[in-house]
């Protein structure tokens, strides 16, 4: 029996049998470079945009390739994904180097990997990074802006130290803030909170998560920004059953969706109140509502 979560989470696998994602809808990953050679995204629309950190042969590729196969990895490969069949674009603004686990990306490359997103076509973002420092994040509060304008979901891992805090892009009225917890309903505690995210924040899985490494082999992570892969996969299935369904595909109707339908953590659940946020996800909630 699989330990990944995503094997247990409620409603997951009846989305799945109506739909595996659409290739009219499109999941932008911000995150590091991807082995797009691996087994797991064989027969996968993913394309990854040249960006600076693309060409660093240095660059480790371990996180970029388990996010990214968390939404694209396909049936019957490695590891499987949330939405296979939806169309990927890579954005590499990440540079993990080797010898540090912190990623280099700074808030005007995170606003640059969103705009480049929305001009590629994207219907969803996911990301992680930005800054707590107000002088740094007028570039990125552009790209917020614009990503709202043109009904571009921007999916948000909550990360940080398990403090409260004022972050950025996290903090955004139009974003979709995601927390992990652990298999026992607790909230992990490398984890951003606050009365901030209470109506922008959800709580997803994300211990222990099975993505792809790159090589060619998988591996367990844990972790916000893996949560929020996962979250803007499913997403991506809502916005493809609304298009199945004769509708236009409205991210803006996804996100509002996905939050009306968050199960109310109880204070035991939010770690003594911490996790001040929206509520746990419920997919299948959140389908009755699109």
């Known amino acids: 029996m699989s330990t990944d979560p995503r094997s247990n989470l409620a409603g997951l696998a009846a989305l799945q049998a109506e739909t595996l994602g659409s290739p009219d809808v499109c999941v932008a990953v911000l995150d590091g470079p991807v082995d797009l050679a691996h087994p797991a995204f064989r027969g996968a629309n993913v394309t990854a945009l040249e960006m600076p950190v693309s060409s660093d042969e240095a660059a480790d590729r371990t996180h970029g390739t388990h996010v990214t196969s968390l939404v694209f990895g396909q049936p019957g490969g490695p590891a499987k994904g949330i939405a296979p069949k939806a169309k990927g674009i890579v954005v590499p603004v990440h540079n993990f180097r080797p010898e540090t686990s912190a990623p280099a990306g700074n808030p ?5 990997g969103i705009r480049d997103a929305i001009a590629a076509g994207a ?3 996911t990301m992680h990074g930005g800054a707590l ?3 740094m994040l007028d570039a990125l509060a552009k790209a917020l802006a614009k990503a709202a304008e043109k009904n571009v979901l921007v999916v948000v891992a909550a990360e940080g130290d398990g403090n409260e805090h004022f972050h950025v892009p996290t903090a955004a009225s139009t974003v979709l803030a995601v927390a992990a917890e652990d298999a026992e309903g607790k909230l992990l ?6 009365p901030t995210y209470r109506d922008s924040g959800i709580v997803a899985p994300g211990e222990g998560l099975i993505g792809a490494a790159p090589g060619g082999g998988t591996v367990a992570q844990s972790g916000a920004t893996f949560a929020a892969a ?10 493809s ?14 996100r509002a969706a996905l939050l009306q339908s968050a199960q109310p953590l109880s204070m035991a659940q939010s770690e003594r109140g911490k996790g001040v ?12 509502l699109v």
Not at 242 to 251: E, F, M, S
Request: glycine share 10%; no cysteine.
């Open 108 to 112: 005007p490359d995170l606003a640059k």
């Open 123 to 125: 219907h969803v973002v």
């Open 133 to 135: 420092s107000p002088d």
């Open 189 to 194: 505690d490398f984890g951003m909170w606050g």
């Open 230 to 239: 996962m979250v803007a996969g499913i997403a991506a299935l809502l916005l």
């Open 241 to 254: 059953v609304q298009i199945a369904r004769g509708k236009q595909a409205d991210p803006r109707a996804v």
């Open 277 to 288: 946020l929206r509520g746990r996800l419920d997919v299948a909630a959140a389908l009755k």
